[in-house]
């Protein structure tokens, strides 16, 4: 995941920035299945990409309203190249992106919310055999 994202700066939730390749180093690219899995020592970052339409509203919605995830920052040209890329025509979505920044699960989002409260680490498990792939 961190070579995908490499040179891009990321908001952490305090809006203090860190380089995507030290945040996402060897980790798996909400909020409950997140956070079960952080507890379990499981690599998986979620990265915020907003359609805000100003930096101030980015960061009273990514403060206020999301869990402890990084966010790219407001006006980086990566968020259009993405949006194309991996096929965001609609929001909220999740895609799960192996490190080689190939699209290995294009709704995340709806295997959460049917598969990750029963079984977040079976979820999990399938998501890295997902990202592992030859």
């Known amino acids: 995941m961190s070579e995908f994202m490499k040179g891009v700066m990321l908001?952490?939730?305090?809006?203090?920035?860190?380089p995507a390749e030290e945040a996402l180093k060897?980790?798996?690219?909400c909020t409950r299945f997140y956070h079960h899995l952080k507890k379990a020592g499981k690599p998986i970052e979620v990265v915020f990409f907003s359609r805000d339409r100003s930096k101030a509203d980015l960061e009273e919605n990514f403060t206020e309203k999301h869990g402890d995830w990084l966010c790219v920052k407001y006006g980086d040209d990566i968020l259009a190249r993405y949006q194309s890329k991996f096929e965001?025509?609609?929001?909220?979505v999740l895609r799960?992106?192996?490190?080689?920044g190939k699209m290995v699960v294009l709704d995340g989002k709806?295997?959460?919310v049917d598969k990750g409260k029963a079984d977040p680490l079976g979820l999990f498990a399938s998501w890295e055999a997902a990202c592992n792939k030859k």
């Open 11 to 18: 908001l952490k939730q305090d809006l203090t920035e860190v």
């Open 26 to 29: 060897g980790k798996v690219s």
């Open 88 to 92: 965001v025509k609609t929001i909220p």
């Open 96 to 100: 799960v992106i192996n490190p080689a």
């Open 110 to 112: 709806s295997e959460v």
